[in-house]
């Protein structure tokens, strides 16, 4: 079982990136399947999650509207697609996948985690 993420980079404020989650192992179809975030010296924060079984969603409150979390079950890939992003989103971040309908609790960081994948880094920086 392995979640990849990917998609992490260096970009100037107002920029975009997509972040990918490659499941290996495990089908999402069963899964809420999440992105968290910890940038230097704080405490891991929940971006966002999508249902494997249904595709509903769930963001953050500092995300909304400039995040989008999607999933192709074929593919078992998830992607986060991050626009105007901001200095304070400089981060590394992780998927992660919780089997069950618990996505509103994944992104308070009230359930476990069964998987988690390693980091990406996303740096925001004029």
């Known amino acids: 079982v392995q979640l990849q993420a990917s998609g992490g980079g260096l970009v100037q404020p107002g920029s975009s990136l997509r972040l990918s989650c490659a499941a290996s192992?495990?089908?999402?179809?069963?899964?809420?399947i999440g992105w968290f975030r910890q940038a230097p010296g704080k405490e891991r924060e929940g971006v966002s999650c999508?249902?494997?079984?249904?595709?509903?969603?769930v963001y953050g409150n500092s995300m909304k509207g400039r995040f989008t979390i999607t999933g192709d079950n074929a593919k078992s890939t998830v992607y986060l697609q991050m626009n105007s992003l901001k200095p304070e989103d400089t981060a590394v971040y992780y998927c992660?996948?919780?089997?069950?309908?618990?996505?509103?609790?994944?992104?308070?960081?009230?359930?476990?985690?069964?998987?988690w994948g390693k980091g990406t880094l996303v740096t925001v920086s004029s």
């Open positions: 992660a996948a919780t089997m069950g309908p618990f996505c509103n609790l994944m992104v308070a960081g009230r359930t476990r985690i069964d998987y």
């Open positions: 192992g495990f089908t999402l179809d069963d899964y809420s």
């Open positions: 999508i249902s494997g079984r249904d595709g509903s969603t």
